[in-house]
């Protein structure tokens, strides 16, 4: 007995693992297996093979010994297993015939297209004479995409345009960058806990878990339409907030708590922060219609939950507050080249070096124009080390 396997060649090329379905067919001297599409179709609803890594089916391969998976595999009749490698070449082919996995059986892999046969099956589909496997497998084909005619013809027809697939390459690298921004929001890692939790969960105490949060949502969400969208007074709230960071910043270019800072740093470290507030303030006027605009769905996603409307304002207090945490970032690497070069002179006049190698501290002879070096570079740091500090302290606060 032979096996005969019939596979779209566009399963091979989009290289993803999924299920297979299509036609199982039992003739006498060979069983032939079609392979028409990987979502079920409605003539054909049960799958007949599965196309998986090479790392699952080594897997699958050692695990056969398993009680739990053999009584599944017993269930099987007439089933396909393909695997493919990253570059969507074919490894392994493995066919289960009437119960029994045997691998001595001849096995030959036909790989189709599709388009290539949309002029051999004209004639009527219930006709008898199916001695030719291609005419056969073109009137299954044919069969098999009966169903989908109307509104999704058209579209397929629409997207095939010379305009729209130029439409297509310019958005899709924009759509590429959104969806990779996308998932970086607390919104997406919430969303995935969401659906992970309810899956893992026992059903009562997700139902009342969900029942919960999705009151203090609708709440919420009530509570925006009675008291209007907040998302209007958000300059107001702004502007106290800038006005209140430039007073800091005049604070601190003066002598904070009684504390001897060092002028010119000082005077250096108000006029560049002092710039990157009016560069938020103008962010933020131009943010503004935006942010007024994010409130609408933020109250709507009270349908699903107080906990997805927080998500959202977590990411909607990440891009206000963007400048903000950049005036940390820039402070913290600062103190941190403050303290890494006080540290490594700090060794150096004792007379000892880091080895990067053996990851250890040990002794060294510097000369007389290196130790005087590293003593004048450390009391310049050491000189500068509470304006740097102080600074860290605040926006770190």
């Known amino acids: 007995m032979n096996i005969k396997i019939y596979l779209s060649s566009k399963l091979i090329e989009k290289c993803t693992f999924c299920e297979l379905y299509g036609l199982v067919e039992d003739l006498r001297d060979e069983i032939r297996f079609t392979v028409l599409d990987a979502k079920p179709l409605p003539n054909y609803t049960e799958p007949i093979g599965k196309i998986c890594s090479v790392t ?7 695990a056969q010994n398993d009680r739990t998976l053999r009584e599944q595999l017993a269930r099987e009749d007439n089933f396909l297993r393909l695997a493919i490698s990253n570059s969507g070449r074919i490894k392994h082919v493995m066919a289960k015939v009437k119960g029994v996995t045997i691998e001595s059986l001849n096995k030959l892999l036909i790989i189709y297209d599709e388009k290539g046969f949309s002029n051999l099956a004209e004639n009527d589909l219930n006709a008898e004479d199916c001695d030719n496997d291609l005419l056969h497998l ?11 005619v109307g509104w999704t013809e058209k579209l397929h027809a629409l997207a095939e ?5 130029r439409l297509y390459g310019v ?8 969806g990779m921004m996308f998932r970086k929001t607390a919104l997406y890692y919430h969303f995935n806990e969401w659906v992970e939790c309810i899956q893992q969960k026992d059903a009562n105490a997700v139902k009342w878990t969900l029942l919960i949060d999705i009151c203090f949502g609708v709440a919420i969400m009530s509570l925006i339409i009675c008291f209007g969208n907040p ?3 958000f300059m107001e709230f702004a502007e106290i907030v800038v006005d209140s960071l430039l007073q800091l910043l005049q604070t601190l270019r003066g002598n904070p708590i009684g504390l001897k800072l060092n002028g010119s740093l000082n005077e250096f470290f108000f006029s560049c922060f002092s710039y ?5 303030w103008m962010f933020l006027i131009i943010l503004s219609p935006a942010i007024q605009f994010l409130f609408v769905p933020l109250s709507i996603l009270g349908l699903f939950g107080l906990s997805f409307q ?18 940390y970032i820039y402070v913290a690497v600062l103190y941190r080249i403050e303290v890494g070069g006080i540290g490594a002179l700090y060794r150096t006049v004792l007379g000892k070096k880091r080895n990067v190698l053996r990851d250890r501290v040990e002794a060294h002879d510097y000369m007389n124009r290196q130790l005087f070096l590293a003593t004048l570079s450390f009391t310049v740091l050491l000189f500068l080390l509470p304006t740097i500090l102080f600074y860290y302290i605040v926006f770190a606060s």
């Open 56 to 62: 699952d089916y080594m897997q699958f391969r050692t």
């Open 310 to 327: 927080v998500a959202m304002l977590s990411d909607l207090i990440v891009l206000i507050s963007l400048h903000a945490h950049c005036f």
């Open 138 to 148: 073109a009137r299954l084909i044919k069969a098999s995409k009966a169903e989908s």
């Open 161 to 165: 345009r010379n305009e729209i697939q």
């Open 171 to 178: 958005l899709l690298p924009v759509g590429k960058g959104l």
């Open 231 to 233: 998302g209007t007074r």
């Open 276 to 280: 990157q507030v009016d560069l938020w």
